[in-house]
């Protein structure tokens, strides 16, 4: 199906479907000559599914190539400094309201939406890990206990 049959519905002014009845008569003509069904018609992309896929494209090229196995995360992420306080925002600032990912160049609602994203495949994917975490044997775990354990003993003694 070449560029010029493409059939595309639209509104008039008034709301009303408006088809493309030239783009329409061409698809069934064709399915008419060559007896098959002719594939879903495709729909304009709009301004801003074309941003997003643009968006999506950029970050998807910046993603590393080879991913590492799922680490538990050593910062802290201080989600209650926010609590209770006011601010004026600047409503043109994406940035500015809720919680900011830098990474994936998205802005969360509220702290569990933040929270999920960074838990989440896609976040973890643009960090260069995968969801996949590394397989430990049983001395491996036997010596992480004992590290635990002498760092809860070193804090118990004043
Ligand atoms: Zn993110």
Redesign the pocket.
Known sequence: MGEGSRAVSKTDALGRQVWDKAAYATLAAEKARTGEVAKQVPKEETEKARLRREKRERLNAKAPKERTFLEGRTERLKLETKLGTQRFVNAADDAAIGFH?A??E?TLKDSAAYMD??N?K??NR?LGKSMRVERKDADQVKDRLKALKQKKLTSLTP
């Open positions: 990912c990474t994936c998205c994203h960074l989440g896609r976040h643009l």
